[in-house]
């Protein structure tokens, strides 16, 4: 049991959300599995460790994002928190988060984080835990708006792709709870099909087409706004209007705005990453 499904598709169209309703579908018919085997393989491993590692108290599925799922009765499970910025294999030269066996990795807005055009960034670390994933008996989901953008070793290395064309909520009378979700999906055939599918701008390729559906409110599950507290200042500091270059003269303007209208700060800041080791 290993997995890796790349999950494509415009801002909006329901990437996320079609993630979720794949979550917690394992959630209900895997989690309690995957726990089980996850403490069986560590207490395997203990046996010859002097410092016991920690079995997962809970189903082990990890998430850079906020997310809960209900199950049971009255019973709320959220997933551990993900950096996606330190996933990877540990004792390789980078800071990481290990994750257990029989994990469960879901990763939002992976374009910056996997950028083809920083190879040079792409450690041991990271590439190693996709290429050997199936040892540790992992399943990871990514979204990311352009696949071609996604480092070419860990897109090998997919076993899905799927693009979400589009998805439609049904809603009660008041318009405000929502009851179903139905998702427009491309499921292509392999990488290659779906590398061909974006090199030629969906000219070539082979895909199905299929619906997809989840019955009740999937907002429940995840709040669709917290990538938005990124964009917000810390405290102390505000949003900056700056006029156009023309408009300004720059021996005039306070020492904390001149940065702003320099192209070698600009470039001096380009290329710089979390990826370091």
């Known amino acids: 049991m290993s997995s890796l499904t790349i999950v494509i598709g415009d801002p909006g169209a329901g990437k996320t959300s079609w993630i979720i309703k794949e979550l917690k579908e394992k959630v209900r018919k895997e989690g309690q599995r995957r726990q ?14 002097k410092h016991p590692l920690t079995p997962p108290s809970q189903f082990p599925i990890y998430t850079n994002f906020p997310a809960q799922f209900r199950y049971g009765y009255e019973k709320v499970f959220k997933p551990y928190y993900m950096n996606e910025a330190f996933f990877g294999l540990p004792n390789k030269g980078k800071t990481v988060i290990p994750v257990v066996p029989w994990s469960v990795v879901a ?10 055009r920083e190879r040079g960034l792409m450690v041991k670390s990271v590439t190693g835990l996709y290429n050997k994933r199936r040892h540790w008996n992992l399943d990871i989901y990514m979204d990311l708006h352009r696949l071609m953008i996604l480092d070419s070793i860990i897109r090998k290395t997919a076993t899905r792709v799927i693009e979400v064309l589009s998805c439609k909520h049904e809603k009660d009378y008041s318009g405000r709870r929502v009851l179903k979700t139905t998702w427009q999906l491309r499921e292509f055939t392999n990488i290659d099909e779906a590398q061909k599918y974006a090199a030629t701008e969906g000219r070539e390729g082979k895909y199905t087409e299929r619906e997809d559906t989840y019955e009740g409110d999937i907002f429940k599950c995840y709040d669709t706004q917290s990538c938005a507290s990124e964009f917000v200042p810390d405290e102390g500091d505000d949003f ?3 006029s156009q270059p023309s408009e300004v003269d720059k021996a005039t303007l306070p020492p904390e705005f001149v940065k702003f209208y320099s192209k070698k700060e600009e470039s001096k800041q380009k290329g710089i990453k979390q990826y370091v080791g």
């Open 36 to 49: 089980r085997l996850s403490t069986a393989q560590i207490e395997v491993l203990n046996r010859t460790r």
């Open 107 to 116: 990763l939002q807005e992976m374009d910056d984080e996997y950028n083809s």
């Open 240 to 242: 900056i209007y700056l």
